[in-house]
């Protein structure tokens, strides 16, 4: 018998092993890591990581994900405390504010009485359904739920530019599924188009414009049309349209659609069964059919921002059958591949699920918006054709250029180049001539400050990234740096407008250097010193002026006032941000041991949950290159201690994973770099801060050498965070940096941990 027990315990450990080593990076991934909106529990209005947990596939057009609530801000469609599901949609935004956008072409199965509004209101009961969260299931290209009011199991999986849905009914014979045409996140669409191709195909578009709200509720100019082509595996018998009348002169910005005033105007719509054909201000389908016990009925969608003929060219090249389980493992093997793109050893499974659930999320946006044709929407509204570049869209410029897309710039060069050729190709078609900040389908949203297209043109320049047309981008940066600037005639100066248009005016000179351009270098180098000009030695810190020169009035809590000449911050937080001239800011403050000094406080007076705060706000973007300012200064080991400490107490595997908005890849990618041990103080700098990486051994496979740069940290642990010595390629390196033609080149970095810092190394 003991004999027995030892055979049985040794087989399980064996199966576990196997088990163990067969795991991929996308079995890693926890898509409901962030996946809440819920201000109270991020302890500020701007709501947690905002996530979603829904179906997608790296940098795809597609997400297909469930939607919990229409308004308010609640770009993702989803938060988890929520406890209704309106339906699922095929289109998506991830880790947005500003109150979000999409959310299109909404499936919902129901059963019993045709419904047609989502049900918000108690007055008005709709098609929402209550689910079930001890079966709800999100994976890499995977996400199931059961609707408990209809009993329906809806599981959905992705393809790069369609989707399929999965439908388990139960035995009724009011079954149906019905397809809300108006919804979208922030608003509504303003008009609609259907069409019953067969018994089984439907096809149309969704028209949104700012009138019917959506990006910044209308204020980011969205103007996009999504266009689908849709089958189902059940033959459509009994279908038609649902179309209500829009007054003409009604509002439809996302507090009109929220009210129930609207939402009394769409439960009046008229019912036109055995409609064919229709176009409206406010549509959508329905298909009822009756179902037997566990009936499978599946619905595949093919979506494009082109036309219908390239949504259909999308669907009928992605998923030509009806084999749910084979898209699935499609979508799965697309995220395996996309994520061992970083393969880690050591850390914990909380570690790694947190690490390989940030470089997901990293690779979500910059999206694809071309067909499979080569077909996409151009910023002059027409319709062109290229194989030279994939044309890319969600830009969300003054988040990512710090961490995200030097991520990208390292694994998927290509990606960069494409969002590079976008950004030119919309400043060229639009007629514009300058870069935007905060790109959406084409739209110059205007959202946030800054040009930070510069720096991502220029960090990619320096990388060796230069498949796009050079002297175009340069022209489009410098047109961006002189409409948005530092520029000479007197202006009002505030902090954070100042100090970002000065790092990207380096950037811009840097860029003036590379191609040639002498009589720009040093005019664009000068005006990246003006943060000194706005530097009072009065108060010892930076401070707004206007034209005039006059000081804005010092406030009694100072530099810790929120919006004091900032954006999103306070001056504390912002005026460290001169990535590119920290030595010049040591002097303006007294030295290099009074800036150690002041900067260390700002990180000692932080919470230790690291949520949203008046010092190190690791929840918004303005202090992300904070902690490697130690390293220019002269203290790694400050830069070692910080750095673990927000990779341990801000990022979890949980709901609230993500303290802060994730911003587009941002807050993700910071950690993915910062896990790693490695990660840029100044984009468009070529030199790499050294650190202290979560993991015991990080590959990271460069895409534009195709070579393996691996960091190795022997007696790493959470104790042993300090670096005692180096060695690269097997060499004493006492440095504490690494500039990237060594990562590019495939060289190996060892680290030795301890638990207390060496003060003598990196010096």
Request: one cysteine or more.
């Amino acid at each position: 018998m003991k004999k027995s027990l030892t055979t049985s315990f040794v087989l399980i450990l064996f199966v576990k092993i196997i088990v163990a080593q067969s795991k991929g990076p996308a079995d890693y991934v926890n898509p409901f890591i962030g996946a809440s909106t819920s201000a109270a529990k991020a302890g500020d209005a701007s709501g947690l990581g905002k996530t979603f947990p829904g179906a997608a596939t790296p940098f795809g057009m597609v997400q297909v994900n469930p939607n919990t609530i229409t308004g308010g801000d609640n770009g993702s469609g989803y938060s988890y405390e929520n406890k209704y599901i309106e339906g699922f949609a095929f289109t998506q935004m991830t880790g947005v504010g500003w109150y979000g956008d999409l959310g299109n072409f909404l499936v919902t199965p129901t059963t019993g009485a045709l419904r047609v509004v989502a049900g918000r209101h108690p007055e008005l009961p709709g098609y929402r359904s209550r689910y079930r969260k001890s079966d709800e299931i999100a994976k890499a290209g995977y996400y199931a739920v059961t609707l408990t009011d209809y009993h329906v199991r809806s599981e959905m999986t992705a393809a790069p530019h369609s989707g399929v849905l999965r439908f388990t009914f139960p035995k009724n014979k009011e079954s149906r599924i019905q397809i809300d045409l108006a919804r979208r996140i922030g608003g509504t669409s303003v008009e609609q188009y259907v069409k019953v191709v067969d018994d089984h195909t439907i096809q149309g578009w969704m028209r949104c414009t700012p009138d019917g709200g959506g990006w910044g509720n209308g204020g980011g100019d969205p103007n996009y049309t999504v266009y689908f082509y849709a089958e189902l595996s059940k033959p459509l018998k009994k279908y038609g349209v649902w179309s209500a009348h829009i007054p003409a002169g009604q509002s439809r910005y996302r507090e009109d659609i929220e009210s129930l005033k609207y939402d009394s105007l769409i439960a009046k719509a008229d019912i036109l069964s055995g409609c064919t054909e229709k176009q409206g201000k406010h549509l959508g389908f329905y298909t009822d059919f009756e179902t037997g016990s566990n009936e499978v009925v599946l619905l595949k969608t093919g979506i494009s921002f082109s036309s219908i003929e390239g949504a259909k060219f999308n669907l009928s090249n992605e998923i030509p059958g009806w084999d749910f389980n084979k898209t699935r493992r499609q979508a799965h093997a697309l995220w395996n591949k996309a994520l061992s793109k970083i393969s880690i050893q050591g850390g914990t499974r909380d570690q790694k699920i947190v690490f390989y659930t940030a470089l997901y999320h990293t690779m979500i946006d910059p999206r694809s918006i071309t067909d499979l044709n080569g077909e996409y929407p151009g910023g002059d509204s027409k319709i062109h054709q290229t194989d030279k570049f994939i044309k890319r869209s969600i830009f969300s410029g003054w988040d990512v250029f710090r961490s995200q897309f030097p991520l990208q710039a390292l694994i998927n060069p290509a990606v960069v180049s494409d969002m590079i050729n976008s950004l030119d190709d919309l400043a060229d078609r639009s007629g514009k001539g300058y870069l935007e900040r905060w790109e959406f389908l084409n739209a110059y949203s205007g959202c946030m400050i800054g040009n930070p297209a510069v720096t991502v043109i220029a960090d990619a320049y320096n990388k060796g990234i230069r498949t796009f047309d050079l002297q175009k981008a340069y022209q489009f940066s410098r047109n961006s740096c002189e409409k948005f600037g530092n520029t000479p005639e007197p202006h009002d100066m505030d902090i954070s407008g100042t100090l970002e248009f000065c790092f990207d005016e380096w950037c811009l000179a840097q860029l003036a250097v590379w191609l040639h351009h002498p009589e720009d270098v040093n005019k664009y180098l000068k005006r990246s010193e003006t943060y000194k000009q706005i530097f009072d030695d009065s108060v010892g810190w930076f401070r707004p002026k206007n034209k005039d020169g006059v000081w804005a009035p010092w406030p009694k809590d100072g530099r810790l006032r929120q919006d004091y000449g900032t954006a999103e911050s306070n001056g504390y937080q912002q005026g460290w941000f001169v990535p590119h001239d920290v030595n010049g800011v040591a002097i303006l403050m007294g030295g290099r041991e009074k800036a150690i000094a002041d900067l260390n406080t700002l990180f000692e007076h932080t919470p230790t949950n690291f949520q949203w705060n008046n010092y190190y706000n690791h929840a918004n973007e303005p202090v992300h290159l904070a902690p490697f300012l130690f390293n220019r200064l002269g203290a790694p080991w400050l830069t070692q201690k910080w750095v673990r400490r927000i990779c341990e107490n801000a990022y979890h595997n949980s709901i609230e994973g993500l303290v802060g908005n994730e911003d587009v890849g941002q807050m993700s990618a910071w950690y993915v770099l910062a896990a790693s041990g490695i990660h840029q103080e100044c984009p468009g700098d070529n030199r790499y801060e050294i650190f202290s990486p979560i993991f015991n051994k990080i590959s990271i496979h460069v895409g534009t050498t195709g070579k393996t740069f691996t960091i190795i940290a022997q007696n790493n642990s959470p104790q042993n965070c300090y670096i005692q010595s180096a060695k690269l390629n097997g060499k004493v390196y006492n440095k504490c940096y690494i500039d990237y033609k060594q990562i590019a080149n495939g060289d190996t970095l060892e680290l030795v941990m301890g638990p207390h810092p060496n003060m003598k190394w990196g010096q």
